[in-house]
Structures are given as structure tokens and as C-alpha cells.
């Protein structure tokens, strides 16, 4: 029970438009997010506003939205039970993002490592944008006094600011928001680049060989795994550290299939590497395959899928709104 709204606990999330999604997302959130949603107040977003603080051409990012939210769907996100929209039919968030921007300060966002990697990666770019989105994150959770956030491990940092952000206006004004805890899931937290596997893997990255997207066919499945950089040892044997490629596709391959890393380890016991990515490569088929196939069909019914999107824009403004009203009065704005 939340102690400020009295109720089932709320949990919220979202993910970026800026490509298709891919099995980190999956396995870092979607899955829990479908796992999570019968016992939580759940509202999952499409956050397109995020998208914006890298450059997005913007049929890209109007076909990608759609493309997200039908993913979520397949993935088994059902909007009868999950309030399911898009960011920026909820400008309660950005309202809201202003107010948490005059009460962060300049050192503490400063301190985001994901602002230092991307800003690094859009050297010719760095919007003040990418620099306060992590604000606008705080602004998405808060609004809605989620209890709980389901993210991958990169996310924790961010969680950490949201938290302090919402402490600090409690403490400057009277109790508003819940202090939200992250979820993060104790394997598929972070799947790594099958090409670089000390480098999580990434669905705008440059190299597709590095990413299995959750659009790709059977045969891209297959042939990505064949082609994920390893080592040039023989046994299959789970060492995060010193062997990241072949522990990442154990990861894969035990989420997939539910053995045990200690079962994979003893299953592949006198094989080598080949018969090792063959079975993962079919375990990710076997999982990704009713996924694409599903999102197939919801994306070829667009009226649909506007029409889901209108009902949960719509649940999701009223609440955001109720809180919003409360922070602007206490802020000290005047109510007409
Ligand atoms: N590789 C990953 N392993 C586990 N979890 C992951 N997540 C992302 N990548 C992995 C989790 O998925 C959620 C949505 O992330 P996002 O799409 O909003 O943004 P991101 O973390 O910036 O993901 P990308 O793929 O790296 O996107 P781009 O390339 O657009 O920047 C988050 O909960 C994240 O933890």
C-alpha cells in the first residue's frame, strides 16, 4: 500500500523511440514490466521527449513511437490492465520537469555517467536537453508517485537523483511526492554488445552485428549470435570478467531457456564454442519469434493502436494533473 495515496502500489517506466527495441530492453525491463503489471498500478510510457535530446529526424521518431508502443503490446503489455501512452501527450511531465529544475542542482546532475558516455558519443551535439534529462525522467516517476521503477542497472544513478529530488521537495515544501525505489532485476540487468562485450549493448549503436533487435528475423537471430566475439578459449565457463562475451550469451542463454548458469555450464561440458552460440542462437529464436510475430499484426492495425494510446493519454493526464495542481500551489503559484 502507498502511505500518501492509500492505494495498490504504482509502478512506471518508459523507453526511448530512438530505434527498434532489442533484447537488452527486453530482458532489462519489458519482461519484468509484463511480469510486474497484474500486481502493481502500472502506467509504461513512450518517452519521445527523451528521444529529442540526441537529433531524431522526425518521421523517424513519429513511425518509431507507434513501433515502441506496439512492442510493448507484443511483448505482453495488455492496456487493459496498464495505462499505456506516450510522453508528450502528457505535458504534466515537462510542467513539472521545470519545477525539479529549479531544485536540482548544477554539481549533482553533473555527476550523471550517462551524460558523460553520450555527450562523449554527440560530441557536435550536447544539448542542455541531454544535460537536465535526467530531470524530465524524475518529472515522469514523480508525477505519478510511482513506488517503484523497473530499469536496467544504467538507470540506478538516475533513480538515485529522482529520489533526492523528490526528498528535497518534501523536505522544502510538506510531503507530495512517494519516494520511489528502483526495480532492477538480478539477471538481464545488463546485456552486453555482442561485439564488444564490455559495452552494454545498445539499440542506437552503429554496428547492428552488435545488437539482436527484437524486429530481427530467425536467420539475423542466428547469424549475430555465430558472429558474437568470445575468446579465444574453448570451454564454456561463466567469468563476467574476464570472459564478458562468453558470460553475456550464457546470460542470454539461461534467461531464454531458464537453466541454471551452472546447468549450461555442465549441459556444454566437452563442446565447444559452435554448438555453444548454435543452441543460444535457437533458445533467442524460440523467445524472440512470438514477440515479432505479434507486433507484426498490432502495427499493421495503426487506428488501434491511436486508439489505445488516446485512452491511456488520457488516464495518465488526469493523475498527472491532480499532482501537479498540488505542486504549483505549493511552489506558490496563483491559482485562477
Ligand atoms: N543492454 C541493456 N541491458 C539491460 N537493460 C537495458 N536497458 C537498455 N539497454 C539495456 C533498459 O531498458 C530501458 C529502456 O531504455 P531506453 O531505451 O529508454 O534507453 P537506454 O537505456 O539509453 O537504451 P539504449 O539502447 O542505450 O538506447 P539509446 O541507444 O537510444 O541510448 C531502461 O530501463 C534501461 O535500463
Known amino acids: 500500500m502507498n502511505k500518501i495515496t492509500g492505494q495498490k502500489k504504482t509502478i512506471l517506466s518508459g523507453m526511448q523511440p530512438t530505434n527498434n527495441l532489442t533484447i537488452g530492453q527486453y530482458f532489462g525491463a519489458l519482461k519484468n514490466w509484463v511480469e510486474l503489471q497484474h500486481d502493481y498500478d502500472s502506467l509504461f510510457c513512450v518517452v519521445d521527449q527523451h528521444a529529442i535530446t540526441v537529433r531524431q529526424e522526425p518521421a523517424n521518431l513519429r513511425r518509431r513511437s507507434l513501433d515502441v508502443a506496439a512492442m510493448y503490446m507484443a511483448a505482453g503489455i495488455d492496456p487493459t490492465v496498464s495505462t499505456l501512452f506516450i510522453q508528450s501527450h502528457v505535458p504534466e511531465h515537462a510542467q513539472l520537469a521545470w519545477i525539479l529544475n529549479c531544485l536540482a542542482s548544477f554539481g549533482e546532475v553533473s555527476r550523471m555517467t550517462q551524460f558523460k558516455d553520450k555527450s562523449a558519443q554527440h560530441a557536435d551535439n550536447v544539448t542542455v536537453g541531454l544535460f537536465t534529462y535526467p530531470i524530465l525522467m524524475a518529472a515522469d516517476i514523480l508525477v505519478y508517485n510511482a513506488d517503484l521503477v523497473p530499469v536496467g542497472e544504467d538507470q540506478r544513478q538516475h533513480l538515485e537523483l529522482t ?115 548454435e543452441a543460444v542462437g535457437e533458445s533467442l529464436v524460440a523467445l524472440v519469434r512470438p514477440v515479432r510475430e505479434r507486433y507484426d499484426a498490432l502495427r499493421a492495425d495503426e487506428d488501434g493502436l491511436m486508439n489505445t494510446l488516446r485512452v491511456g493519454a488520457e488516464h495518465a493526464r488526469e493523475r498527472a494533473r491532480n499532482t501537479l495542481r498540488k505542486v504549483y500551489k505549493k511552489t506558490g503559484f496563483v491559482e485562477l
Open 163 to 277: 529520489r533526492n529530488l523528490a526528498e528535497r521537495f518534501n523536505f522544502h515544501y510538506s510531503p507530495t511526492f512517494t519516494v520511489p525505489e528502483p526495480f532492477i532485476p538480478k539477471v538481464g540487468s545488463k546485456i552486453m554488445s555482442l561485439q564488444e562485450p564490455e559495452k552494454k549493448m545498445s539499440k542506437s549503436d552503429a554496428n547492428e552485428k552488435s545488437t539482436v533487435f527484437l524486429t530481427d528475423t530467425d536467420a539475423e537471430i542466428r547469424n549475430k549470435i555465430k558472429r558474437a566475439v568470445t575468446d579465444s578459449g574453448t570451454d564454456i565457463v561463466f567469468d563476467a570478467a574476464k570472459r564478458p562475451g562468453v558470460a553475456n550469451l550464457m546470460t542470454i542463454h539461461h534467461i531464454c531457456t531458464g537453466r541454471s548458469l551452472a546447468e549450461i555450464e555442465s549441459d556444454f561440458t566437452g563442446l565447444g564454442y559452435g554448438d555453444f552460440k
